[in-house]
């Protein structure tokens, strides 16, 4: 019988060991392929050959400001590019930049420079690591007036042709919906109405990958007010919600298992008081703080996760400490016999 109980724990701590194999083995396969979850590439493979590409980076997203920074290129092709860096024709660029300027000229025969704009973003950082964002790029390429010029090259119609159909990633422009926006994020009627001269096509071109935040979006072709909007939705990534959960379980278990020591001491009358736990406690006043801490990007104290453990787990080891205390004091000054 001694051999067979030997023989079952030891088949169960092997069977317990492969378990922690797997979990680990696919814990860290499923880690090293985490940036392409998280990242979003958008292309929408524009068919028309006399346009402005303009490839986007999100370079920065800040879910405690609120705020997205992208960095732009910009390659004109077809009859308006003189070289891939430089315009045949005067451009105009409107952006709704909310920190700098919204309006760029670029002149022909100058190489467009790189620009750098900054959105706002829209979500409630207390509901971490649960949050979500939103935010919307608008877009808008035009020439000058055609009057002051004869010379320059004839642009097709904005709207690509119509053989040519939109990828998923693409919402279709004459069945396109547009999302409900807040107002800092239109672009100003009295700016729409300034920009009178034609519009140039453009193609977008995006890449999203911070660390972090997991990106989704797609991009819907302009049609009402010629504008072309890059829409944009943010959440934590799938690693940053899976540690704060763990991290947020190991605060609340190893609160409870303090709670636990410090009841077991005081309801044993017969042996000497341990002030073993009220060490303990104390320590984990303060070490609950570090601990929460480690979680990435974790926001200051009072968001939603900190209700799931972090404000218990310093609640009930203060209690405990308190309790021990007076358990101490109540139980070494008592009348001597």
């Not at 919307?136 to 007036?145: A, M």
């Not at 977008?204 to 990958?209: D, F, G, M, N, Q």
């Amino acid at each position: 019988m001694a051999n067979i109980a030997r023989s079952k724990q030891f088949w169960l701590s092997v069977l317990l060991g492969l378990i922690f194999i797997g979990v680990y083995v696919s814990a860290l396969r499923r880690n090293i392929n985490e940036k392409n979850e998280r990242s979003l590439q958008l292309r929408d493979g524009a068919a028309i050959s006399d346009r402005v590409r303009i490839s986007i980076v999100v370079v920065r997203a800040d879910p405690t400001t609120r705020q997205l920074t992208a960095r732009l290129r910009f390659q004109p092709l077809g009859n308006i590019a003189q070289d891939p860096a430089t315009p045949k024709v005067d451009l105009r660029l409107l952006v709704n930049n909310s920190l700098g300027q919204r309006i760029f000229q670029f002149p022909k025969g100058q190489a467009i420079n790189r620009i750098e704009v900054t959105l706002p973003m829209e979500g409630d950082i207390n509901r971490y690591p649960f949050d979500r964002y939103e935010t919307n790029l608008w877009l808008l390429i035009d020439t000058p007036d055609k009057s002051k010029s004869s010379k320059e090259p004839k642009l097709p119609p904005a709207t690509p042709s119509a053989s040519a159909a939109p990828p998923a990633t693409v919402a279709n422009p004459a069945h396109a919906t547009r999302p409900v926006i807040s107002e800092h994020e239109e672009i100003p009627p009295a700016e729409i109405a300034a920009l009178v001269n034609r519009r140039v096509p453009i193609s977008i071109s995006l890449l999203a990958s911070t660390p972090g935040l997991k990106y989704s979006g797609k991009v819907i072709l302009g049609r009402d007010v010629s504008a072309t909007l890059v829409q944009l939705n943010l959440q934590r990534a799938y690693n940053v919600v899976n540690v704060s959960i763990i991290v947020m379980c190991l605060m609340m278990g190893i609160a409870l298992s303090i709670v636990a020591m410090v009841l077991r001491t005081i309801v044993i009358h017969g042996q000497k008081l341990d002030v073993l736990p009220l060490s303990l406690t104390i320590g984990l006043i303060f070490g609950l703080p570090a601990l929460r801490n480690i979680q990435p990007g974790v926001p200051p104290v009072g968001v939603l996760g900190d209700y799931f453990s972090f404000v218990w787990a310093e609640i009930f080891v203060a209690s405990a400490a308190i309790i021990m205390a007076l358990t101490w004091v109540f139980r070494t000054t008592g009348p001597k016999k």
